[in-house]
């Protein structure tokens, strides 16, 4: 990747000085409205409150469902130890692959059941692993390494089939339950095979974490919704000048070719696609949504060389952003 080539100093403080100009001027003829994306606005004491612990379930099969959880926290195992996160902090759950206790001593037999000598058992292993789709995705992806001829042979067929039949992200295998919640991300493995939910249609049910895919908080979905709906980015931050410690989000693609000064705190002239791509939280033509917040300016900016993208030094500059990963 060829680094960005950037404009002189001099030349960059006089564009700069333009830009300033500018939005001071719309400023005060009122032409600049409030932006979207702000992540501070009041409660509305009027507005109906959300129980906390209120979720909505995605199967794997990509149905939804509305439950009540029952449970208080949730324990994650992660490489630092045992955590108890609570419910009402969680907004988000991304669940590890897994398969029930059935499924787990079922599917090895139905794979070598594909090299069996008689040929209904491998007509009926194969069927039984077709219905069985993304369960049996990740045994017959290592199947293929058999040495058994028929069992590679069979077990390619069905692969091939699944993916025509499977979303590709249904087929992706997660090694480990994230959970998400407002200022911080937990990885590793929930300890509890299953969540004890309310339901206004089934009363208590059990939600098996070995067939969900994700789980959200229909508490925090406002918050949320907000990250959902973030606008694209504006050509400039400089309008956010006196913004000073706001939060927000905007809808940025990764980019190589755009002028930016300073390492993980960057000028607010600074393009944001591309201090996302040099700051690592996107790829060069990867579409996603950012997270920024409005600083002083710190008294000079650092350029350093990161993820394929040269940034310069630059003095005192009127604001700053940083983009947060969390």
Do not use: C
Not at 61 to 75: G, H
Not at 79 to 87: H, Q, R
């Amino acid at each position: 990747m060829t680094p960005v080539t950037h404009p002189s100093r001099a030349a960059a403080w006089s564009r700069r000085t333009v830009v300033a100009a500018l939005a001071a001027a719309l400023a005060v003829i009122g032409l600049l409205a409030p932006t979207p994306g702000r992540a501070d606005e009041p409660d509305d004491p009027l507005k109906p409150k959300i129980d906390p612990r209120a979720v909505e379930v995605r199967f794997g099969d990509n149905s939804v469902l509305k439950l009540t959880l029952r449970d208080e926290k949730v324990e994650i195992v992660t490489p630092y130890g045992k955590l108890l996160v609570p419910v009402a902090d969680i907004h988000k759950i991304e669940f590890a692959t897994r398969l029930s206790e059935a499924d787990e001593k079922r599917i090895p037999k139905l794979i070598g059941d594909l090299g069996n000598s008689d040929f209904a058992a491998r007509d009926a292993a194969t069927a039984e692993l077709l219905k069985l789709a993304e369960k049996a995705y990740p045994a017959l992806l290592k199947a293929l390494e058999s040495k058994d001829q028929e069992v590679v042979r069979r077990a390619t067929d069905l692969v091939e089939k699944i993916r025509d039949a499977v979303p590709k992200e249904a087929l992706e295998v997660r090694p480990d339950d994230v959970i998400y919640t407002e200022k911080s991300k937990f990885t590793g493995r929930i300890s509890v095979a299953s969540l004890k939910a309310n339901s206004p249609h089934f009363g208590e049910v059990q939600v098996k974490l070995a067939d969900v895919r994700t789980m959200r908080s229909l508490a925090h979905a406002e918050a949320d919704r907000e990250v959902v709906n973030a606008p694209p980015a504006p050509a400039s931050l400089q309008p956010l000048q006196n913004q000073v410690g706001k939060v927000f989000h905007f809808t940025v693609t990764g980019a190589v070719n755009g002028a930016v000064w300073g390492t993980d705190i960057y000028t607010l002239d600074s393009h944001l696609g591309t201090a996302a791509v040099h700051a690592g939280v996107l790829k060069s033509g990867q579409t996603g949504v950012v997270k920024i917040k409005i600083l002083l300016s710190p008294p000079n900016f650092v350029g350093s060389m990161r993820n394929g993208v040269s940034t310069a030094d630059f003095g005192a500059f009127p604001g700053a952003y940083q983009i947060l990963t969390k």
